[in-house]
């Protein structure tokens, strides 16, 4: 079984409405990614936000879990809310499975400062600054 929400042909706009279910929040959040993510994280490269919304929907994390993982688990901070330490291969224990219970229970299980320090200790440039 394929995840087939986004595919080749779309425009970034078109794969950031796909993966916000029409949910304004996740939408916001979205556009304040991309707007805001290679700035951010300058080690990312030229794809910027572009990774945070691909990293998300490998994790399975659309609509209202986007605004969730934004306001509950990561307290409305962008650096938090960029995924860094998961993709960074789990860094602080950051899984999937304690990812999606931490959005499903406002926060509950997981420390997100503790895995934005163990971002920011591999990635120096990663701007926490630049994401409220």
Known sequence: MTNERITGDMNVQQMIM?????????????FQIMQKGEQIDTDAGP????????SMYTLGIYGLRIWGLY???CGED???TMLRA???GQLAGVTKEKLL????NRGA?????A??????????????????
């Open 18 to 30: 796909e993966m916000c279910d029409g949910n304004p929040g996740a939408i916001n959040v979205l």
């Open 47 to 54: 794809i910027g936000g572009l990774g945070i919304v691909m």
């Open 71 to 73: 306001k509950d688990v």
């Open 78 to 80: 962008l650096a938090k």
């Open 86 to 88: 998961w993709q960074m």
């Open 101 to 104: 219970y931490a959005i499903d």
């Open 109 to 113: 299980g997981l420390d997100i400062d």
């Open 115 to 132: 895995a934005v320090a163990a971002v920011k200790e591999r990635l120096p440039g990663f701007n926490t600054e630049l994401a409220t």
